[in-house]
């Protein structure tokens, strides 16, 4: 996890191990400050899973200032706020249920 700190974690129905969604410092110079990143096996073209594929780490999303979840009391679904700074300075503000 290098110093991230784990947001999320998504357990596959059939019982594989999870895919983890952490924030933190990048791993490497070439981002712009903290990174969302997600620990799992590899997506298919089709979007599903990669049948045999190792898990990875790949960065999604970077220059991320804020970025909270929290479920809806009563609700099974979680909500989430998400901040982003741009390359030239402004501040991308995104929210989503799912």
């Known amino acids: 996890m290098a110093d991230r700190q784990p947001k999320l974690a998504i357990a596959p129905r059939d019982g594989s191990d999870p895919v983890v969604y952490s924030l933190g410092p990048a791993p490497s110079a070439i981002w712009r ?24 780490n790949r960065v999604v999303l970077d220059g991320v200032e804020r970025f909270e ?4 009391s009563g609700l099974p679904v979680l909500q989430m706020q998400l901040e982003q700074r741009t390359r030239l300075g402004g501040r991308v503000r995104s929210q989503g249920v799912g």
């Not at 400050?33 to 990875?56: E, H, K, N, T």
């Open 69 to 72: 979840l929290h479920q809806p």
């Open 33 to 56: 400050g903290d990174v969302l990143m997600r620990c799992g096996p590899a997506f298919d073209l089709q979007g599903g899973i990669r049948s045999g594929s190792r898990y990875q």
